[in-house]
Structure formats: structure tokens, C-alpha cells
């Protein structure tokens, strides 16, 4: 191994550029992973546009999630060898050949999984974890409504919900997007083109939980059909950081409101999470119960296609980058 790798430039942002950049080493507690995928997310667009900067301390690179190799683990580390293939999270770093990896975020890559569906997985099924069950505290019999159905989130949301055994009611912006939505499960699509979300929810009976994945003045009409002791959580920004709410529905509703963001959790806090995605949904994926719901694969070279094709609502679920 040379102590120099392949990395996407942060000095190049917005243009994701390829060049050559000092090879992590990992720390206590830490693996160091051969990338095989890196899961793409909308904040790594967001990122690259210069307003969602990395955790103080973390990689400037790129990518919040991984699949590949163990090539060498830190001090302390225990459970994981060299050559294990593993996936989890990370705080930034993924868009690149090598990649440290704390092993308390870890998950040991089922042998059903590929690369690309295994990198797919940790970042949209931990934050639907910890807002739908971790903090939504989601039951049966109750009516979820999740934004942006067919995002890499809204694929995950609405499948754990009916998991979780809820009603699940979905955004989508096409017709092709809500036939997929459908297909994961929603009981009901909404094309907001056309139709008045608050409407179609308000006539289903209102949300008593409502993922709230791209915000701006959505939040003011989730209000309007938001059920008594009701809860929002705010997990996106896509339709802007600005929302005006009816302070008096909140009171007489006792509505919540709530931001959420998993990556600013802390290590400890993500661990939990992982090892709850680990021991309830990993399996299930491997087994096909669950849909890792992945859409297109990239190579690493093209993270620009990549990039576009999200940036212009294209996907339906996860794209990756495939490393050689
Ligand atoms: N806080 C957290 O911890 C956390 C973690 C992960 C993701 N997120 C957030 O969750 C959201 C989904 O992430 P992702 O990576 O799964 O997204 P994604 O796959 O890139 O999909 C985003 C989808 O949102 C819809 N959309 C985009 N702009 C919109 C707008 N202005 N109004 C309404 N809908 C719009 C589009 O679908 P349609 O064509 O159907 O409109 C788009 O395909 C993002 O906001 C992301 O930042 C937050």
C-alpha cells in the first residue's frame, strides 16, 4: 500500500475532480476499508455546493457511506479482521479508494449482498431508523406520511412503516416514481403536481407522523394535516431553510415539531443506531424481504454523471459508485 490514493478533490468543488490525495491511516477503534462502493447521498450534492461542510476533525472528501475490505484496523479494534468485507457510515471520506470506518459503525456485509446494494444501505436505513422508530416512536395502526417517497430515504421510509405496520402515504413528483412507491408498499401516493397533499392526507384521516425530507413551506401545510399529538421531523432542506407555523394549531393540537440529523449524531448514538439496522433490517435485505432499492451504479470516475443524474430527481432509490 502507498501512503497516497485516489480521491474526489474538495479543492475542486462543486466539479468532482479525481486526483491524488494523502491515504488515511485509521485511528484507535477504526478500520481502514479498500472502497469496492460509495453510496451517494443528496447532502453529498449539497456538500459539494459548498453548504453542508463536514464535523470538525472529519475528511473534506466526499461521501458518507461504504462497502469493501478490512486492510488494516487500529488500535484496539476487536471483531473485525483483515479481508473482512464490511459496510456502515461515515462522517465524510467515502469518495475515495481508501476509507476509515470506526468499527463500532461497522456491519459485517452479508454474503447475499453485493458491493454496490451493501454501500447502499447505511445511510438511508439509519435515518429512517432513528426518525421513524428511535424518535417517531412509530406504531401500528397508525398513518405515516413520508415526502419524496421515491428517494433513496422516502424507499426506506415507506417500508419500514408498513414494517412497523402503519398507513403509509407518500409524495412523489411522477408517475413512474409512484408506481415504484407502490410497489414498496405505500397505500397511498400522492402526485403533488396535481394534487394538494394536505387534502388527499386530511381526507385519509391526518398524519400522526409526517418525515419531513425536503422542508421550506412544507412544513406549514404538514400542519394543516398533521393529527392531534402529531409529530414532524424535519430531516431535509431541498425546498428551503424558511417556514412559517400556525403557533396556534401547534397549542391546541400539542403538535411537535422536530429537527434530526444523522451526522452530528454522536459515536455513541450512531453505534446504537447500526446495530439496530444490523439486527433488524440487514437480514432482511439479504433475504429479500426487505428491497435495498438500488437504482444505478456508476463508476467511481463518473461520481459526476452520478451527481447530475440525482440532481435532476432521476433516481428512484440509491445510486452508487463502483470502485475497479
Ligand atoms: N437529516 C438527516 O439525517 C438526513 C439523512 C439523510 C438524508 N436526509 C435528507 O433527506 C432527503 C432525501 O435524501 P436522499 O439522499 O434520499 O434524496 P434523493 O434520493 O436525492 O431524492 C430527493 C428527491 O426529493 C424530491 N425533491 C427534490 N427537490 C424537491 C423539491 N423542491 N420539492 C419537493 N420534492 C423535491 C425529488 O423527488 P420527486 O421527483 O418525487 O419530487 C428527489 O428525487 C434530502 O433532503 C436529504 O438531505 C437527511
Redesign the pocket.
Known sequence: MTDTMQAVLPDAYPRLVWGELPRPVAGPGQLLVRVRAAGI???DL?QAAGHYPPPPGESAVLGLEIAGEVVATGEGVSGFALGDAVFGLVPGGAYAEYCVLDAALAIAKPAALGWAEAASLP??WM?VWLNLVELGGLRAGQRLLVH?G?????AAAIQLGKRLGAEVLTT???VE?GAWCTTLGADRVIHYHDEDFVDVVKAAGGADLILE??GGDYLGRDQQCLNRDGSIIV?????GTKAELNVGLLLVKRQRVQG????SQTLDAKARTAAAVAEHVVPDIASGALKPSLDRVFAASDAQAAHDY?AQ?R?LGKVVLIFD
Open positions: 447521498n443528496r447532502a449539497i445511510e438511508v435515518t419524496a421515491a428517494s433513496g430515504i422516502g412523489v413528483g411522477s416514481k425530507t425536503v430531516i431535509g432542506l431541498l425546498r434530526s440529523a444523522l451526522r440525482v430527481n433516481n
